[in-house]
């Protein structure tokens, strides 16, 4: 099945109607010839007056069918307008009978106008089925178009059945494929989804956990679509740092952070790191438990740093130790618990071994109960 899919892709992506969407992103592509922007705007030959009644029957439309307000509907309407209301009617009538409310539709048709034109029974038909029958519904199906209208612009044969024949060979449960196409961040070249089976092999061979494998494709899907070579590439980087690929979380967050942390900003960052008191090992330890620390600015970075060494009196190698402190919020999870203890430290209510930070910090439902407090104690805490 795993080579029957990619010997499809490779047909696919060597023909000629795929040669046009190899250079189209999902989220990025056109609208399909047959309805260009010409078509959709008007002729350049069109009278000034059927323009101009054709505009002011769009308007109508989109305040009255579609909820706008007057100011953004006169703004959708520079992209697109119709003097009837047949096809649009069409078009927001099978959006309804799929579940899709009219909050959605407007914000739908605000995101692609040329919908409101297409052919509802050829063109979106077909996909609302597809999408349907891998669990994509109602309020979920609604949000995935919202957030990439332009899936309704493919193919459905030659570019998302494709995609769905591989990315089902690889996640293998309905729903995680489900949750592929309904991931509003999805932005995969057609192309690029011939590199996948190649990656995956790749660590599979490297015993890459399978569950771990689903989850990045899953939700970022763009690091298993790079060109193997590179992929390849930033792989035995990640492995050079330390980090085993058995250690599924960590190993893949790396492959995150890699790509987008090159050499000159390796080293900006590593000056920032320096200035806060952290080692060359220190930078290593905290990278090996949790990367993600390195995507964060100078200044989310140099806040959480000021606030732990300067206010908590940690040392720098404390946060090395713990990296997984500096991927939490500062103003909704840091401050508040960090103010809570000290004041129960100063009280005398609980000493320094009764807790351990990082762990309430990881444990979001954590409450003062589990540092040891009783419900005396803690009247006396809301009453300081």
């Known amino acids: 099945m795993f080579g029957l899919c990619c010997k499809r892709l ?14 189209t992103h999902l989220h990025l592509c056109q609208i399909s010839s047959s309805y260009s922007s010409k078509s959709l705007l008007g002729s350049e030959n069109e009278k000034p007056k059927q323009k ?13 069918s579609c909820g706008m307000s007057p100011e953004i509907a006169l703004s959708v309407s520079k992209c697109v307008h119709f003097v009837t209301r047949e096809r649009p009617d069409s078009v927001i009538k099978l959006f309804k009978d799929y579940g899709i409310n009219d909050y959605y539709i407007s914000k739908l ?11 509802a029974e050829r063109i979106l038909l077909p996909k609302l ?5 891998i669990g994509l519904s109602g309020t979920n199906l609604a949000k995935a178009l919202v957030g990439n209208p332009y899936m309704l612009t493919r193919s459905l044969e030659k570019c998302i059945l494709p995609c769905y024949d591989l990315i089902k060979s690889i996640l293998v449960h ?18 690029a989804l011939r590199n996948v089976a190649s990656n995956v092999a790749f660590l599979r061979v490297l015993q890459v956990p399978d569950s771990t494998i689903s989850v990045n494709l899953t939700w970022h899907p763009l690091i298993l679509c790079r060109k193997t070579e590179n992929f390849k590439e930033d792989v035995n980087k990640v492995m050079s740092m330390g980090i085993d690929p058995s250690s599924s979380v960590t190993f893949m967050k790396a492959l995150v952070v890699i790509p987008l942390v090159d050499a000159s900003k390796r080293e900006g960052k590593m000056q920032l790191y320096r200035k806060w008191g952290w080692t060359e090992d220190d930078f290593m330890l905290a990278f090996r438990k949790n990367p ?16 732990f060494l300067n206010k908590m009196c940690w ?18 999870r840091i401050i508040p618990t960090c103010s809570v203890i000290r004041v129960l430290l100063l009280k005398g209510l609980i000493t320094k071994g009764d807790y351990s ?4 910090l990881k444990n979001r439902k954590m409450g003062l109960a589990e540092v040891g407090l009783g419900f005396e104690d803690r009247a006396r805490v809301n009453q300081l």
Do not use: H
Not at 52 to 64: A, D, M
Not at 182 to 190: E, F, G, H, Q
């Open 315 to 332: 040392q720098p190698a404390d946060v090395a130790r713990n990296p997984y402190v500096l991927t939490t919020s500062l103003e909704k």
């Open 129 to 133: 089925e597809f999408f349907g029958s």
């Open 357 to 360: 930070l990082v762990t309430i």
């Open 109 to 119: 048709v605000k995101k692609l106008p040329s919908l409101l034109l297409v052919n």
């Open 292 to 307: 993600l620390f390195m995507t964060f600015s100078e200044k989310n970075f140099s806040s959480k740093m000021d606030f």
């Open 174 to 191: 309905d729903e995680k494929v489900a949750t592929f196409f309904a991931n509003s961040k999805w932005s995969v070249p057609v192309t």
């Open 10 to 23: 490779q047909l696919l992506v060597s023909s000629r109607s795929i040669a046009v969407d190899s250079v």
């Open 52 to 64: 101009v009644k054709g505009r002011s029957f769009t308007v109508s439309y989109l305040v009255n």
